[in-house]
């Protein structure tokens, strides 16, 4: 089973909406932490957010906030406000302890563009 | 200086060549990483250095020879490659392995012909 599940087809939002990128996840680690990154076409990844599998809080970071569903096993990504500048790929993923150490694993990402 | 620099940023080889990328941070990291990303792929991670010591070989093939010398250098040595070793090369580091957010670098696009 894949441990980070990315299914959307390429995502469109209008500039100054806002969008839901969908992050569903696998584990059976109680204390695993998710991330988001961003890609834009330069390449570079872009840390956005972090969550804690105990933490009792959704994360925010300025126009990013993580919807954080424990149950469902869902961190999906909401970005307020969108801006052209946020148009790239967005991954989400997962830290897991494998044994004495911890892996991160990525999803396959989401393509965002964001229309004017 | 931004956080985390490779060189160089475009590199096509042929498959009997033998080249080297290179990856520095600047932010006191204690963990390097790199990554492979092909098309359509999930990134996937190849090696982990902590303090230096390589800590995870993903079944990486021994035409990728990883190196790092120090917590601020990570170099991959390249040779005999394949076609589809073509793709983005990332480096990336963290405060310590797996544990916290990495922080990228702009990658290497790797062409094998």
């Known amino acids: 089973a894949q441990k980070i599940t990315q299914t959307q087809p390429g995502m469109f939002v209008q500039e100054k909406e806002a969008v839901t990128l969908d992050c569903t996840y696998d584990t059976s680690d109680p204390s695993y932490g998710l991330f988001w990154y961003k890609q834009p076409s330069s390449g570079e990844m872009i840390f956005l957010i972090y969550?804690?599998?105990?933490?009792?809080q959704n994360a925010t970071e300025g126009r990013y906030s993580l919807n954080f569903q424990k149950a469902r096993k869902s961190a999906n990504l909401v970005i307020s406000a969108s801006q052209l500048g946020d148009s790239a790929m967005y991954f989400c993923a997962m830290r897991e302890r494998t044994g004495a150490n911890s892996k991160l694993t990525f999803g396959k990402g989401i393509t965002l563009s964001v229309r004017p | 200086e931004t956080g985390v620099t490779q060189t160089p940023r475009h590199l096509v080889m042929g498959m009997t060549n033998k080249k080297s990328l290179k990856c520095e941070q600047h932010?006191?990291?204690?963990?390097m990483y790199w990554y492979k990303q092909s098309a359509k792929k999930p990134l996937e991670l190849m090696f982990v250095y902590n303090f230096k010591e390589q800590t995870e070989n993903n079944s990486v093939p021994s035409r990728f020879s990883p190196e790092c010398p120090n917590s601020s250098h990570l170099f991959l040595h390249l040779h005999t490659l394949q076609p589809e070793d073509s793709a983005l090369y990332l480096c990336?580091?963290?405060?310590?392995?797996?544990?916290?957010?990495?922080?990228f670098g702009p990658g290497t696009r790797l062409t094998v012909t």
């Open positions: 990336a580091s963290s405060q310590e392995a797996e544990i916290y957010e990495q922080y």
């Open positions: 969550q804690g599998s105990y933490d009792q």
């Open positions: 932010l006191g990291h204690n963990a």
